[in-house]
C-alpha cells in the first residue's frame, strides 16, 4: 500500500512540474465559455427573430386599431388589440404574450401598443438564465396637422 501511494506522489509531481500538454489543459478550460458563448448567441438570436415577429405584429396591429380607435372604448379597444395582436404573433413556445394599447388625440389622433414576451432559453438554461424578456412598441398617428409640400427643380446644371 506504501508504494502506491508513493508511486501516486511521483505521478502528481510529475503532473504538477511538467510542460508539455499544457495546451490540451487549457484547450479543455476554455472549452465551457466557448460552449457557453455559443449557446448565448443561439438563444440571443432566436429572442432577436421572436423580436422582429413581435414589431411586425405590433405595427399591423396598430394600424388595424387606426380604423377603429375613435369609436371605441378603452375597453373595446384593449379587447381588440389583443385579439388582432394574438392572431398575428403565436411563435411555439414563447410565454407571458400580453398587449397594452392607449388612444390619444392629442396634436392628432394616435394609437400607441406596447408588446411584452417571455422567451424560454435552452442553452443558458444550464447558466441560471431561464428566459429572455423581450419588449416592443409601435405608435400610429395621424390627425389634422396638414404638411406642406414643396417641389423644387434645379434646371442650372
Given amino acids: 500500500m506504501l508504494s502506491l501511494v508513493s508511486k501516486l506522489r511521483s505521478v502528481l509531481c510529475a503532473f504538477a512540474s511538467a510542460r508539455s500538454g499544457n495546451v490540451a489543459i487549457t484547450f479543455a478550460f476554455a472549452t465551457l465559455p466557448v460552449i457557453g458563448m455559443v449557446g448565448a448567441s443561439v438563444d440571443y438570436s432566436r429572442a432577436n427573430a421572436v423580436k422582429a415577429a413581435m414589431q411586425t405584429a405590433l405595427d399591423s396591429t396598430s394600424l388595424m386599431l387606426s380604423k377603429e380607435a375613435a369609436t371605441d372604448t378603452a375597453d373595446q379597444l384593449q379587447a381588440s388589440a389583443t385579439k388582432y ?31 411584452h414576451a417571455d422567451v424560454p432559453t435552452t442553452f443558458m438554461n444550464v447558466f441560471g438564465f431561464q428566459k429572455i424578456t423581450v419588449t416592443n412598441s409601435s405608435t400610429s398617428k395621424w390627425g389634422s396637422v396638414r404638411l406642406r409640400v414643396a417641389l423644387v427643380l434645379d434646371n442650372t446644371g
Fill in 85 to 115: 395582436f394574438k392572431a398575428l404573433f403565436a411563435p411555439p413556445g414563447v410565454s407571458n404574450i400580453s398587449v397594452s394599447v392607449s388612444y390619444t388625440t392629442d396634436g392628432g389622433s394616435a394609437v400607441a401598443l406596447n408588446g
